[in-house]
Antibody, heavy 128, light 110 residues
């Protein structure tokens, strides 16, 4: 059974770059059946989709974060990562990683539509 | 890409039914049958309860059901139990490989 575990620095200064890692156990991130994604939740607020990646390298990002976010995979460590640049206080959130089943549509591009497995989350606080 | 609209809170007594709405547009909820719902306890990660509008993952009680009409999706909890007190978030595919969430709804069991 797949388990996901996020890790990160906890505290980051404004304008710096934060890097988070999600380690998968019990399943391979190079599986062709799944996408891998990041979601965040500011304190007391709702969830926000950050972005999703397929093992082939295709990445898709929230338009509101497109200029600052990068998701990458490290198959050798069965990990995928999130890099967010130029952080501000509004980036303070709990960050979750997740696995998204691949939806195969005959004659149409594949897509993904829901997060089936979630990590436990890691808190990122942006403060000087 | 605007967030979906959910009521801030709903409440019901044990045994009753409650319904949470999730209003979107024709570009997200109304345009695709890809609405999902997540249950979240305080300090915990979300858990998938419904996907593809009305499908339940294995292990989710059948008193949780989903539906959609036009640009609005709904999650109904029948036979409300104390353990159902949690936050519930809706999510929809919004085209071009993007996903959009609602603001979340707190369910209180009276």
């Amino acid at each position: 059974q797949l388990q996901l575990q996020e890790s990160g620095p906890g505290l980051v200064k404004p304008s710096e770059t934060v890097s988070l890692t999600c380690t998968a156990s019990g399943g391979s991130i190079t599986s062709s059946n799944f996408y891998w994604g990041w979601i965040r939740q500011p304190p007391g607020k709702g969830l926000e989709w950050i972005g999703t990646m397929f093992y082939s390298g295709n990445t898709y990002y929230n338009p509101s974060l497109l200029s600052r976010v990068t998701i990458s995979l490290d198959p050798s460590r069965n990990q995928f990562s999130l890099r967010l640049t130029s952080v501000t206080a509004t980036d303070t959130s709990v960050y979750y990683c997740a696995r998204l089943p691949r939806v195969r549509l005959p004659g149409r591009p594949d897509l993904y539509s829901y997060m089936a497995v979630w990590g436990t989350g890691t808190t990122v606080t942006v403060s000087s | 890409q605007s967030a979906l609209t959910q009521p801030r809170s709903v409440s019901g007594s044990p045994g009753q039914s409650v319904t949470i709405s999730c209003a979107g547009t024709s570009s997200d909820v109304g345009g695709y049958n890809y609405v999902s719902w997540y249950q979240q306890y305080p300090g915990k990660a979300p858990k998938l309860m419904i996907y593809d509008v009305n499908k339940r993952p294995s292990g989710v009680p059948d008193r949780f059901s989903g539906s959609k009409s036009g640009n609005t999706a709904s999650l109904t909890i029948s036979g409300l139990q104390a353990e159902d007190e949690a936050d519930y978030h809706c999510c929809s595919y919004a085209g071009t490989y993007s996903l959009v969430f609602g603001g979340g709804t707190k369910v209180t069991v009276l």
